[in-house]
C-alpha cells in the first residue's frame, strides 16, 4: 500500500507539546497506538493539511498507579498491558475482559486506553467498563487542567469535549471492589471485529441481595449509556431467574439502538437482553 | 511535509543510524530500505498480520508502527530469527508439520508464534489460537500450524 507522506512531530514533553499549541497549529492530531489514526490517514479519511502529535514517547503516560483511594492509568498504557495486569483485574474484571477481546495481539500490543477513548467510537471496548467504574479522565493543555467524569467526555461518535491540542493524561478510577464484574461482547468473530453490541456491569451485593449494579452499553447509541432503569430495578433484589428475566425485558425496552451496517435496531435490542440474562446468570453462578 | 529524522534502533541485533521520513511506516523501513523482505505486506491496516515483526519483545503490525515511533526500538523480523545456516526450532517445526502451504503468511504467524511462546512457553490449544488471532491464513485452515506451534512448544 502506497501510503502519502505526512507531517509528524515527535513530542519530547507535555512542555515541547505547550509550547507548540501556543504558537498554533494546522489540523493537530495525537498520535498514540497509532492503530486507528495510521488506518485512518492511510483510508484518505483525514484532510490535509494535517499535523501529526507523536506523544507514544512520553514516558510519564505509561504508568499505572495504584492509591488509597483511586488507581491512576497512564493515558499511553495499552490494551494488552491492562489485560495482563493481575491486581487491575482483581478491582476491574470488565475492564481487563474488554481489553483482553481488542483486536488482536499485536493490536493490543500498540493500542492505548487514551487513543481508545480520545477516539470516541460508540463501540470502543475499553469504554463501558470505564463507565460502571466511574471512571474520570484528566485533561490538560498550555492554559490549564481540568478533571471530566467519562459520561461527560463524550458527545456523538467520534466527538468529544476535548480541545484539537488538549491531552488525556490519565484516566483515575475509585479503588472500589465489587463483587462481580463482566464485560461480553457480540462481533462478526471473536478477533478483529467491530463490537456490534457490548455490555459491561459490575455490582456489589449486600446480606445477599443486589446494592449497587452499574450495567453500561456500547454500540447502541451515538455513545455508550447507562441502563438506569435496569439497575434501578435490580437494586436490593436476588439474584433469582425471574429477576434475571425480567431485568432482561426492561433494559430491551430501556434501549434505543440504530440500525447500521454492522446490525439491525431490533436484533441489538434482543441482544442487550440476551447478554444482561447472561452476565447475570453468570454471576448468578460464580456467587 | 516533516524534516528527515535521524533515527538509532536496531533490526535483528545489529544496530542502524538513518535518516528517514518520519512518516514512514516501519513495514516500509523494511521492505524498501532495508530490503528485508521477509516481512510481507498483506492488507496494510493491522488485519492480517502478514508484517508482524517483534517491537521491543512484542508482536505488532509494521504496517501500523511509524519511524518517528522507533527511537532505540529493538526490532526482530523472520530473518533475525536462526542462527546463520540454522533454522529456528519453530520454522523448523512448521516444516515438519507442514505447516506452510502458499506461505505468504507465513513469516508473520511464525513471529506471533515466537512472541506467544517467550511470554507463554507451554500454551494450551485455545492460547495458540488466541496468540495467531492477529494472522490471517488463507490456505491451511490453521490446524496444522496450530500443531506446528503445539510442537515447537513441546520441544523446547
Known sequence: MRVRRFSVIRIRSLEHLFDLAEKGMTNPYFLAGGTDLLIKIKDDLLIPPFTVLDISGLQEL?????????????????????????????????????????????????????GNIGNASPAADSIPPLYVYGAELHLVNSKGERWVKIEDFFTGPGKTIRNPVEIIKEIRIPAEKRDYGTYLRLGQRKALAISKISLALAGKKKNGSMEDVKIALGAVGPTVIMAVETSLYLRGKELSSEVIKEAGNIIEKEAEPITDLRSSKEYRKKMCSTLLVKALTNWKQVA | MSDLINLNFTVNGEKKHIKLDPSMTLLEILRNILKLTGTKEGCGKGECGSCTVLLNGKA??????????????????????????????????FIEEGAVQCGFCIPGMIMSAKALLDENPHPSEEEIKWGISGNLCRCTGYSKIVSAIEKAAKER
Open chain 2, 60 to 93: 505488532v503490525n509494521a504496517c501500523l508502527v511509524i519511524a518517528s515511533q522507533l527511537e532505540e526500538a529493538e526490532i526482530i523480523t523472520i530473518e533475525g530469527l536462526g542462527k546463520g545456516e540454522e533454522i529456528h526450532p519453530i520454522q523448523k517445526a
Open chain 1, 62 to 114: 505509561r504508568s499505572i498507579h495504584f492509591e488509597q483511594d483511586y488507581v491512576r492509568i497512564g493515558s499511553l498504557v495499552t490494551h494488552g498491558e491492562i489485560e495482563k495486569h493481575p491486581e487491575l483485574r482483581l478491582l476491574f474484571p470488565s475492564l481487563t475482559d474488554a481489553c483482553h477481546g481488542v483486536g488482536s495481539p499485536q493490536i493490543r500490543n500498540r493500542a492505548t486506553i487514551g
